[in-house]
């Protein structure tokens, strides 16, 4: 009998995250405050995140230990399955082997859970009552409201308006886990109405979102300010990803050649190829492909400097591939990829050529997002699509070659509020957006200056 | 480390259906042919079945061998995680030990694909290239959709309108796995057409959905009838469920006082409890509670009695409660539990004394839903939010006992395509319909005259 699904119990669920700092061949540039451009202290980031995040986020120890009540929940979900994608692989008539790692059994539906618990749990630690927070498709959102729920906290959700227009019922399911979420731009912080003043009709960004959320946590003495990416405590916790990947890969007795991921602020696929990396950095050849939409091509287009998170310039400032912090992406669905910048770990590691981009529209993204649904089962969720559409380039690459590589993808999360993204392409109305290069240059040379 | 989620390897996935049958006190009654009263053969059912599904559905062998193909499909998703709600019962402050079995990590949301796989599988081996069939939630006609779909066979499903008008997305899903999904009562069958003609704005019934796939499956060739629920075959198939169960809970050294689901046709039930029916026939005391809605009460307020499984008696006759194939019930959320009838086999074992039944309005269904997201994550289907209610209000009667019971729950689905219904529930706009008396008596004046 063949194996479809390489489960581990829960005892095989890692009680460490893995973080990647000490490990890094170079250390991450420094971080500045937005004010003085001096490097930033963890008393600049008290004021909207609580002590033992900012500890993490400049943490050189290699192993932090994931608190019993934070494991407590990750088992209503964890570990989650990789699987053997034979009915694909089958339909393609590759030799090439392809796996997925599927984050989509989560209660809200993708990796987000994984460090929505954990900061939920860190700011009902340290006496918060009540985050406010960004979404762009909703998935973070969504997370987050669970995460507060399930820990007692309020929860307060700026949806970019584009997303909260096309996907109504992640809203609901915000509210039914107790949230609260309104449309960004919003006319209930300064920043929301700064940009409702230059364009009523606004379809929001992440950028504008983040502004929002970061205004009303740094207002509130009962609130904090939760990032559902780019952050290294992000990526921190979704190491779980990867940490779980890797023995169910040695249960599978196979190893990557290929990891393939979609990144919009990259914590997903930051997420499991993290811990694969220092075997990369011990000369293993794996390659590691980052996959971006074509209509926000943050690392395919960008340069590598110092940036804002946001667009009103609250966030300190990171050095990364960045559109600049003022672009705002195209509507593409997937909401999740459209983001101006990227997270400083997978800046650094693409800095120094340990991984890979490329840009992908979002038409052939559905075509492969609809062969996976075919095959596989499973419908999965726009911004892994982007990612899908790659895999199966390489392994019909495979297929051409006779190279029987092993990939491994990251699936984020299921496209079941996604689906009237799906009519569109089936209906042969979705379109697809150029490289937006006109907007992208103006935005560009509103950087910062950074000495 | 407690323990949340009891899992089972594929190895233990079990490799055979259990077929009540043969264990059954007393026979089931007779199946009678529509036209003339008589026994039905297996002849009378050929036009729109294959011979292996009749056989399945007359069988009196103990054990069916689940065939390879099946079980690699199975595999896809299966088995299914048990879950201890261990935050619902510290919520509730009940000594009362709940399990709850998933079954909606299954592509298509519910266990519907349990059946569909199997029944897509003998058709393809039978020559068929084509199915038709009916759905009320829309959560069969989705997994019938994914069946087609991996088995390579089309599919048409008429889609009761209710439910089509308020879940659009069971339209886009089915039609991402290649189906086709039209609403019902249509104008392309002479069953839809004599329902429009009487009454154009009728929102449909499952009994009237089927009419108009049995109709479409027996007037082509090419193509056959499947259903989602009611006969043998369906409750057989089913019986992976609470196998595995069984197997689950020796791991968790626990065994059910009370097992609770909900029932529309009885499927999802049945495949819980049928394994553990055995015991009981052998004298252990647990009690078995099927739930239904106080809009549709079949087997808490109808006869049992021989009737039609469709609105326009092109079914066999078979002896069930029920009240009346004519009836339409009230535009309830839990589209699945919309059904006048109820399955043979769950209907003698209620008559034998063995199960019981009660029903529920579709509030506090929806509170005990609220309840149970807010708690274990997972937000449930409206119609296992019937079953929920039943043991939130068991686990406080143990709460008020001391009594520390274990209870184990059928959670047959997700509710990511309900979410207009939470929504209608959290702003205070959820009706609950009576219990329809005069419609009832009218329809139950239309049984027919078996003698």
Redesign the interface.
């Known amino acids: ?5 390489i ?1 581990l ?3 095989e669920m890692p009680t460490s995250w893995y973080n990647i700092q000490p490990d890094l061949p170079e250390p991450l540039p420094t971080v500045l405050n937005p004010a003085t451009c001096k490097p930033v202290t963890p008393g600049d980031l008290k004021a909207i995140f609580p002590m033992t995040l900012i500890e993490q986020e400049m943490s050189q120890e290699r192993y932090i230990e994931i608190p019993d009540e934070v ?2 929940i990750y ?3 964890r570990p989650t399955p990789l ?1 053997r994608a ?2 694909l692989e089958k339909a393609l008539g590759t030799p090439a082997k392809i796996f997925y790692k599927y984050e989509g ?5 993708s990796h987000k859970s994984n460090t929505a618990i954990a900061q939920a749990y860190y700011n009902k630690k340290a006496g918060i009552k009540r985050l406010a927070t960004e979404t762009g498709a909703g998935q973070w959102g969504s997370a987050l409201s ?1 995460g507060c ?2 820990m007692g906290l309020e929860c307060k959700v700026y949806m970019v308006r584009a997303s909260y227009e096309q996907k ?2 992640r809203r ?2 915000m ?4 949230a609260t979420c309104i449309p960004s731009p919003s006319k209930e912080t300064n920043s929301g109405r700064a940009v409702l003043a230059q364009d009523p009709d606004s379809p929001g960004s992440l950028g504008i979102a983040i502004s929002e959320a970061v205004e009303d946590a740094a207002g509130r003495d009962d609130t904090n300010y939760s990032l559902g990416s780019v952050l290294n405590h992000v990526m921190l916790h979704q190491t779980v990803i990867g940490q779980e990947a890797i023995k169910q890969m040695e249960k599978a007795d196979a190893y990557p050649d290929i990891i393939i991921g979609c990144v919009g602020g990259g914590s997903n696929f930051a997420g499991l190829f993290l811990p694969f990396m220092p075997d990369k950095l011990k000369g293993k050849g794996m390659r590691i492909i980052c996959c971006e939409p074509k209509a926000c091509p943050t690392m395919t287009k960008g340069p590598y400097t110092y940036d804002y998170g946001d667009v009103a310039g609250l966030t300190p400032l990171m050095k990364m591939y960045t559109l600049g912090h003022s672009f705002v992406p195209p509507r593409i669905h997937a909401g999740g990829l459209r983001y101006h910048g990227m997270a400083p770990i997978v800046s650094h590691l693409h800095h120094l050529g340990l991984i890979e981009s490329m840009s992908i529209h979002q038409t052939p993204a559905y075509e492969g997002a ?1 062969k996976f ?7 999965p969720a726009p911004e892994p699509a982007h990612a899908i559409k790659v895999v199966i380039d390489e392994a019909l690459a495979c297929k051409e070659s006779g190279e029987a590589k092993t990939i491994l993808l990251a699936l984020s999360g299921h496209g ?2 996604d ?2 993204a ?2 569109e392409f ?1 209906s042969g109305n979705l379109q697809d957006y150029e490289y937006p290069q006109e907007k992208i240059l103006k935005s560009l040379a509103a950087l910062p200056k950074v000495t």
């Open positions: 009998m063949r194996t479809t699904k489960t119990t829960e005892q494991q407590d088992r209503m979900w699987h034979y009915q059994v989560s209660p809200a539906g669970l729920c399930l109504p019922y609901i399911m509210e039914t886990w107790g609809l649904a075919r095959t596989e089962g499973i419908i079941h509020f689906l009237s799906y009519n089936l």
